[in-house]
T-cell receptor
Framework: RKEVEQDPGPFNVPEGATVAFNCTYS??????FFWYRQDCRKEPKLLMS???SGNEDGRFTAQLNRASQYISLLIRDSKLSDSATYLC???????????FGSGTRLSIRP | GAVVSQHPSWVICKSGTSVKIECRSL??????MFWYRQFPKQSLMLMATSNEGSKATYEQGVEKDKFLINHASLTLSTLTVTSAHPEDSSFYICSAREAAQPQHFGDGTRLSIL
Protein backbone atom coordinates (compact mmCIF):
# COMPACT_ATOMS: atom_id res chain seq x y z
CA ARG A 1 0.00 0.00 0.00
CA LYS A 2 1.30 3.45 -0.87
CA GLU A 3 2.10 5.73 2.02
CA VAL A 4 0.03 8.55 0.56
CA GLU A 5 -2.78 7.93 -1.94
CA GLN A 6 -4.76 10.31 -4.07
CA ASP A 7 -7.29 10.03 -6.86
CA PRO A 8 -5.25 10.98 -9.95
CA GLY A 9 -8.22 12.58 -11.68
CA PRO A 10 -8.36 14.44 -13.92
CA PHE A 11 -11.08 16.62 -12.52
CA ASN A 12 -12.54 18.83 -15.21
CA VAL A 13 -14.89 21.46 -13.79
CA PRO A 14 -16.33 24.78 -14.99
CA GLU A 15 -15.04 28.07 -13.73
CA GLY A 16 -16.79 29.08 -10.52
CA ALA A 17 -17.43 25.51 -9.39
CA THR A 18 -16.45 24.07 -6.05
CA VAL A 19 -14.15 21.08 -6.16
CA ALA A 20 -12.87 18.81 -3.42
CA PHE A 21 -9.93 16.41 -3.28
CA ASN A 22 -9.25 13.71 -0.75
CA CYS A 23 -6.02 12.05 0.21
CA THR A 24 -5.37 9.11 2.54
CA TYR A 25 -2.19 8.25 4.40
CA SER A 26 -1.11 4.94 5.86
CA UNK A 27 1.12 5.89 8.79
CA UNK A 28 -1.02 6.78 11.78
CA UNK A 29 2.01 8.36 13.46
CA UNK A 30 2.16 11.12 10.82
CA UNK A 31 2.14 14.58 12.34
CA UNK A 32 2.48 17.10 9.55
CA PHE A 33 0.28 17.45 6.52
CA PHE A 34 0.43 19.67 3.47
CA TRP A 35 -1.14 20.47 0.14
CA TYR A 36 1.19 21.49 -2.67
CA ARG A 37 0.38 22.77 -6.11
CA GLN A 38 2.50 21.77 -9.09
CA ASP A 39 2.22 23.31 -12.51
CA CYS A 40 3.36 21.40 -15.56
CA ARG A 41 7.15 20.95 -15.64
CA LYS A 42 7.61 23.09 -12.54
CA GLU A 43 8.59 22.45 -8.95
CA PRO A 44 5.86 21.98 -6.31
CA LYS A 45 4.83 25.04 -4.35
CA LEU A 46 3.36 24.88 -0.89
CA LEU A 47 -0.31 25.78 -1.01
CA MET A 48 -1.07 25.32 2.65
CA SER A 49 -0.28 23.27 5.69
CA UNK A 50 -3.16 21.31 7.19
CA UNK A 51 -3.96 21.63 10.85
CA UNK A 52 -6.05 19.41 13.07
CA SER A 53 -8.75 22.03 13.49
CA GLY A 54 -8.93 22.66 9.77
CA ASN A 55 -7.79 25.85 8.14
CA GLU A 56 -8.82 28.23 5.43
CA ASP A 57 -6.89 30.51 3.13
CA GLY A 58 -9.14 32.53 0.90
CA ARG A 59 -10.96 30.14 -1.44
CA PHE A 60 -9.03 27.15 -0.13
CA THR A 61 -10.04 25.07 2.87
CA ALA A 62 -8.09 22.12 4.21
CA GLN A 63 -9.35 19.52 6.66
CA LEU A 64 -7.66 16.70 8.54
CA ASN A 65 -9.40 13.59 9.84
CA ARG A 66 -6.92 11.68 11.97
CA ALA A 67 -9.33 8.89 12.86
CA SER A 68 -9.87 8.03 9.20
CA GLN A 69 -6.38 9.14 8.16
CA TYR A 70 -7.45 11.42 5.38
CA ILE A 71 -6.87 14.99 4.34
CA SER A 72 -9.09 17.06 2.13
CA LEU A 73 -8.78 20.22 0.09
CA LEU A 74 -11.78 22.27 -0.98
CA ILE A 75 -11.51 24.95 -3.63
CA ARG A 76 -14.44 27.34 -3.90
CA ASP A 77 -15.26 29.64 -6.80
CA SER A 78 -12.58 28.00 -8.93
CA LYS A 79 -10.57 30.11 -11.35
CA LEU A 80 -8.91 29.17 -14.62
CA SER A 81 -5.58 29.76 -12.88
CA ASP A 82 -6.37 26.97 -10.41
CA SER A 83 -5.68 24.42 -13.15
CA ALA A 84 -2.72 22.40 -11.89
CA THR A 85 -1.81 19.17 -10.15
CA TYR A 86 -2.48 19.16 -6.41
CA LEU A 87 -0.16 17.05 -4.30
CA CYS A 88 -0.97 15.83 -0.85
CA UNK A 89 2.09 15.42 1.39
CA UNK A 90 2.71 13.92 4.81
CA UNK A 91 5.60 13.91 7.27
CA UNK A 92 6.13 12.06 10.53
CA UNK A 93 7.24 15.25 12.23
CA UNK A 94 7.61 18.84 11.14
CA UNK A 95 11.32 18.30 10.55
CA UNK A 96 11.02 14.93 8.82
CA UNK A 97 11.19 14.04 5.17
CA UNK A 98 7.99 14.70 3.26
CA UNK A 99 6.25 11.91 1.38
CA PHE A 100 4.10 12.99 -1.55
CA GLY A 101 1.00 11.50 -3.05
CA SER A 102 0.86 11.00 -6.79
CA GLY A 103 -1.21 14.15 -7.28
CA THR A 104 -4.67 15.00 -8.53
CA ARG A 105 -4.93 16.84 -11.81
CA LEU A 106 -7.44 19.67 -11.95
CA SER A 107 -8.53 21.40 -15.11
CA ILE A 108 -10.85 24.41 -14.94
CA ARG A 109 -12.74 25.18 -18.14
CA PRO A 110 -14.21 28.58 -19.07
CA GLY B 1 11.49 34.62 1.04
CA ALA B 2 13.83 31.65 1.07
CA VAL B 3 15.26 30.79 -2.31
CA VAL B 4 16.73 27.55 -3.56
CA SER B 5 18.55 27.59 -6.85
CA GLN B 6 19.08 24.48 -8.93
CA HIS B 7 21.48 24.20 -11.85
CA PRO B 8 21.30 23.27 -14.64
CA SER B 9 17.61 23.54 -15.36
CA TRP B 10 17.83 21.29 -18.39
CA VAL B 11 20.51 18.91 -19.61
CA ILE B 12 20.68 16.53 -22.54
CA CYS B 13 23.58 14.12 -22.80
CA LYS B 14 24.67 10.81 -24.21
CA SER B 15 24.23 7.49 -22.49
CA GLY B 16 27.18 6.66 -20.26
CA THR B 17 27.85 10.26 -19.28
CA SER B 18 27.92 11.35 -15.65
CA VAL B 19 25.82 14.41 -14.87
CA LYS B 20 26.15 16.69 -11.86
CA ILE B 21 23.23 18.76 -10.59
CA GLU B 22 23.76 21.53 -8.05
CA CYS B 23 21.33 22.74 -5.42
CA ARG B 24 22.08 25.96 -3.58
CA SER B 25 20.30 27.76 -0.78
CA LEU B 26 20.76 31.44 -1.51
CA UNK B 27 19.68 33.18 1.65
CA UNK B 28 19.67 30.60 4.42
CA UNK B 29 21.78 27.78 5.78
CA UNK B 30 20.44 24.49 4.55
CA UNK B 31 21.19 22.00 7.30
CA UNK B 32 19.20 19.37 5.41
CA MET B 33 18.67 18.88 1.71
CA PHE B 34 16.44 16.41 -0.05
CA TRP B 35 16.65 15.03 -3.56
CA TYR B 36 13.53 13.92 -5.41
CA ARG B 37 12.89 12.38 -8.80
CA GLN B 38 9.66 12.68 -10.74
CA PHE B 39 8.75 10.66 -13.81
CA PRO B 40 6.01 11.95 -16.14
CA LYS B 41 2.56 11.92 -14.56
CA GLN B 42 3.94 10.42 -11.37
CA SER B 43 4.61 11.84 -7.95
CA LEU B 44 7.82 13.14 -6.49
CA MET B 45 9.76 10.20 -5.14
CA LEU B 46 12.26 10.96 -2.42
CA MET B 47 15.67 9.61 -3.36
CA ALA B 48 17.80 10.67 -0.42
CA THR B 49 18.19 13.00 2.51
CA SER B 50 21.48 14.70 3.20
CA ASN B 51 22.66 16.59 6.24
CA GLU B 52 25.59 18.95 5.94
CA GLY B 53 28.86 17.22 6.60
CA SER B 54 27.51 13.70 6.79
CA LYS B 55 26.68 10.89 4.38
CA ALA B 56 23.33 10.93 2.66
CA THR B 57 20.56 8.58 3.71
CA TYR B 58 19.12 6.86 0.67
CA GLU B 59 15.57 5.59 0.29
CA GLN B 60 14.97 1.94 -0.37
CA GLY B 61 15.65 1.02 -3.97
CA VAL B 62 17.88 3.99 -4.74
CA GLU B 63 21.43 2.99 -5.65
CA LYS B 64 23.88 5.08 -3.67
CA ASP B 65 26.74 4.26 -6.03
CA LYS B 66 24.78 5.49 -9.00
CA PHE B 67 23.35 8.64 -7.43
CA LEU B 68 26.21 10.29 -5.58
CA ILE B 69 25.20 13.01 -3.17
CA ASN B 70 27.57 15.49 -1.61
CA HIS B 71 26.49 18.08 0.95
CA ALA B 72 29.82 19.63 1.81
CA SER B 73 28.58 23.06 2.88
CA LEU B 74 25.51 24.66 4.39
CA THR B 75 24.54 26.19 1.07
CA LEU B 76 25.37 23.54 -1.51
CA SER B 77 24.44 19.96 -2.25
CA THR B 78 25.22 18.11 -5.46
CA LEU B 79 23.67 15.06 -7.04
CA THR B 80 25.78 13.19 -9.58
CA VAL B 81 24.06 10.66 -11.80
CA THR B 82 26.91 8.35 -12.76
CA SER B 83 26.97 6.55 -16.09
CA ALA B 84 23.50 7.80 -16.91
CA HIS B 85 21.24 5.74 -19.14
CA PRO B 86 17.93 6.58 -20.85
CA GLU B 87 15.94 5.14 -17.95
CA ASP B 88 17.51 7.80 -15.71
CA SER B 89 15.81 10.51 -17.75
CA SER B 90 13.56 12.31 -15.32
CA PHE B 91 12.83 15.56 -13.50
CA TYR B 92 15.16 15.90 -10.52
CA ILE B 93 14.16 18.35 -7.79
CA CYS B 94 16.00 19.32 -4.65
CA SER B 95 14.64 20.93 -1.56
CA ALA B 96 16.42 22.55 1.35
CA ARG B 97 15.54 23.28 4.92
CA GLU B 98 17.11 25.18 7.76
CA ALA B 99 16.73 23.31 11.06
CA ALA B 100 13.01 22.62 11.59
CA GLN B 101 11.80 25.22 9.12
CA PRO B 102 9.64 24.33 6.08
CA GLN B 103 11.29 22.90 3.00
CA HIS B 104 11.91 25.13 0.00
CA PHE B 105 12.12 23.57 -3.43
CA GLY B 106 14.49 24.30 -6.25
CA ASP B 107 12.99 24.74 -9.69
CA GLY B 108 14.13 21.34 -10.88
CA THR B 109 16.45 19.87 -13.47
CA ARG B 110 15.09 18.09 -16.50
CA LEU B 111 17.54 15.36 -17.47
CA SER B 112 17.32 13.66 -20.85
CA ILE B 113 19.69 10.84 -21.68
CA LEU B 114 19.92 9.90 -25.34
Amino acid sequence: RKEVEQDPGPFNVPEGATVAFNCTYSNSASQSFFWYRQDCRKEPKLLMSVYSSGNEDGRFTAQLNRASQYISLLIRDSKLSDSATYLCAVALRSASKIIFGSGTRLSIRP
Amino acid sequence: GAVVSQHPSWVICKSGTSVKIECRSLDFQATTMFWYRQFPKQSLMLMATSNEGSKATYEQGVEKDKFLINHASLTLSTLTVTSAHPEDSSFYICSAREAAQPQHFGDGTRLSIL
